[in-house]
């Protein structure tokens, strides 16, 4: 895969960017859904609002530093091939995290114990 350089088009690049803007609405509400069934009842609201704050001061944070990386004075085919590559470094860093959350827990079980007649248990007792 090559990165867009001082060379490509603005049309290619439009093309070539479709893709990250037809995925934030094909991913958000099965990620909400997700999130907001394995929570309990109680506390579904606050959940909510927790996950929309953070999409949103996400989503503001995002724009500000990429808008910032364009607007560099090494040009604007440098500030996309750097954006593109913090996009894609935090994505799979988010990935990455939540292959780690999701990863079922080992139940921590005590091995069965050896079976103890009643016998043994009064002797040991008494003695």
């Known amino acids: 895969m090559k990165l867009p350089n001082g060379d490509t088009g603005f049309s290619t690049v439009a093309v070539l960017m479709l893709p990250v803007g037809l995925a934030g609405p094909l991913i958000m509400p099965p990620v909400t859904a997700v ?9 579904v609201g606050t959940a909510s609002g927790a996950f929309n704050t953070s999409r949103q001061l996400g989503g503001a944070l995002a ?65």
């Not at 999130?35 to 506390?43: E, G, K, T």
């Not at 607007?71 to 780690?100: D, W, Y």
């Open 35 to 43: 999130l907001l069934n394995s929570v309990p009842d109680a506390i």
């Open 63 to 127: 724009i500000a530093v990429f808008g910032a990386l364009l607007a560099q004075p090494a040009g604007l085919a440098h500030g996309l091939r750097l954006s593109l590559l913090i996009a894609a470094a935090v994505a799979a860093l988010a990935a990455f995290t939540a292959r780690l959350l999701t990863t079922p827990a080992i139940a921590n079980v005590a091995p069965p114990s050896a079976p103890t007649s009643l016998h043994n248990h009064t002797a040991l007792s008494t003695a």
